[in-house]
């Protein structure tokens, strides 16, 4: 009975050490497995990120220089449209462009070419000083400002 008794207890001994190793070899494959998942997960969001840092460059964009000023001419630009072709006149603080007024001027166009290339102020002001409709057509002419 001793024998048999003793091969039972290896036997039991055996098989329980074969369970165990099982049981551990299970554990540990099953481990290895949702630890790799996550980094595998990780792994692939970290190209993602570096990726979207390298396409947002920042780009200075320069300021665009607006410039919309009034022109402003001397005399002697004036002085060179002194006649039919082209009729430019100062008048008190401003400059206008009278080329196409000169064959509409219901005083005539002499009136207007005197002052072609000049300083009309004194002529304008005599004639139609304090009249609305001569200054109102005066102000459809203004091409810019006079410079001193
Ligand atoms: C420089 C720009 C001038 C403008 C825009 C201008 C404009 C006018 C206008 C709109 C009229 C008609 C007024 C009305 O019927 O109510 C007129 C008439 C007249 N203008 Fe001028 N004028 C100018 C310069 C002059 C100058 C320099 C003179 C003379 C030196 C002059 C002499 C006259 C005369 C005599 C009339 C009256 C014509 C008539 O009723 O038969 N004008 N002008």
């Given at each position: 009975m001793k024998p048999q008794n003793n091969l039972q207890k290896n036997m039991g001994i055996t098989l329980g050490i074969i369970v165990m190793l099982g049981v551990l070899s299970v554990t540990i494959f099953s481990n290895s497995q949702s630890v790799n998942t996550p980094v595998a997960d990780t792994s692939s969001q970290i190209p993602t990120s570096t990726t979207t840092s390298k396409t947002s460059p920042v780009k200075k964009v320069p300021t665009p220089v607006v410039t919309s000023t009034t022109p402003e001419y001397t005399l002697a630009q004036v002085a060179?449209?002194?006649?039919?072709s082209s009729c430019w006149s100062v008048i008190n603080t401003s400059v206008y462009d009278l080329t196409s007024w000169i064959n509409s001027h219901p005083g005539g166009k002499q009136a207007i070419l005197t002052i072609c290339g000049k300083d009309g102020t004194t002529a304008f002001e005599n004639q139609h000083?304090?009249?609305r409709r001569p200054e109102q057509e005066l102000a459809s002419f203004f091409i810019g400002n006079y410079k001193k």
């Open positions: 060179t449209h002194s006649n039919s000083g304090g009249q």
